[in-house]
């Protein structure tokens, strides 16, 4: 009887299609509702299986919810998956390869720096060039990429970088007193990934790549002369890069940031950032301490 049946009917019998169920046509048909609710601040799959199962009593138990849920993202062939929770991250870096500015009376081309600052949610990325990686640079490129946001994450994630960085430490890093200030009035968390671990910030490792190609190719036949012209075709290109949509989807970083992400992120302080600077002075046998 079995040798009758056909490819089909033989694999409706050893993998029965429930996804064709009833009851799991309902459940498929709300996975792309919960999908973007996952991306929130708290949400598992737990609460998400809970309130399906109040609205449908007989559905599927939770360790069927989730297998049909992976079987969902399966099908989906989704590039971008979003296992970050929506304005609760901030990943900065630097870019390995620099861009060049040219001296208009000289010719000398002088080296720049490309920082990078991606929110994991939505993907939505900010970049820009500085002369170095020096504090002053450092902290006004992170200043400038929240007011490109429009608003604070939760937590800024770092590489160890001096700037920022004191001492690095796999479990108690030491931040220095501007990156401090910094996170104080913007009322963020900092967190300095572990030394020689890119996967602690991969996705923005993942966005300095893609701009190698979305930014830095354009540029390869023009010359810029001061800073300002080289970030406003900086930004053109990545506010493109934005709105192009991802691979295998019909939306755009720019679409998820308004949808999930804009409303999650904290209201920026009424003021800008200004950089204190510290040192330590001697207090003269005279009882005066010398300023300068």
Not at 67 to 82: D, G, M
Not at 184 to 208: F, I, Q
Not at 216 to 242: G, M, W
Not at 284 to 291: A, T
């Amino acid at each position: 009887e079995l040798l009758k049946l056909s490819d089909k009917e033989l694999y409706s019998i050893v993998y029965p299609a429930s996804e064709d169920k009833p009851e799991h046509e309902i459940l498929y048909s709300l996975f792309p509702q919960m999908d973007v609710q996952l991306s929130r601040v708290g949400v598992t799959k737990l609460m998400l299986w809970e309130q399906y199962k109040e609205n449908y009593p007989d559905g599927v138990q939770y360790s069927q919810f989730c297998e049909h849920y992976r079987r969902y993202e399966k099908s989906q062939q989704i590039t971008c998956v979003l296992e970050h929770k929506a304005g609760d991250k901030m990943m900065v870096d630097y870019a390995g390869k620099k861009l060049h500015l040219t001296d208009p009376q000289s010719g000398e081309i002088r080296p720049v720096e490309f920082f990078v600052a991606i929110l994991p949610c939505s993907q939505y990325t900010y970049a820009e060039a500085s002369f170095t990686q020096q504090t002053p640079d450092f902290l006004h490129c992170l200043s400038n990429a929240l007011q490109w946001f429009e608003g604070v994450p939760q937590a800024t994630v770092t590489d160890n970088l001096k700037p920022s960085v004191n001492r690095s430490s796999k479990y108690d890093p030491e931040i220095n007193h501007s990156m401090a200030d910094f996170a104080t009035h913007y009322d963020t968390a900092v967190l300095p990934t572990r030394a020689r671990k890119p996967k602690d910030k991969a996705l923005v490792e993942s966005a300095v790549n893609i701009l190698y190609t979305r930014v830095y190719a354009p540029l390869h036949d023009k010359v810029f002369y001061n800073l300002a012209e080289l970030n406003k075709t900086i930004r053109e290109l990545v506010s493109k890069h934005n709105q192009q949509n991802f691979q295998g989807k019909s939306t755009s970083r720019q679409q998820q940031f308004e949808s999930m992400e804009r409303d999650t992120l904290k209201p920026l302080p009424l003021s800008c950032f200004e950089l204190k600077k510290y040192c330590l002075a001697k207090v003269h046998p005279s009882c005066h301490v010398m300023l300068g």
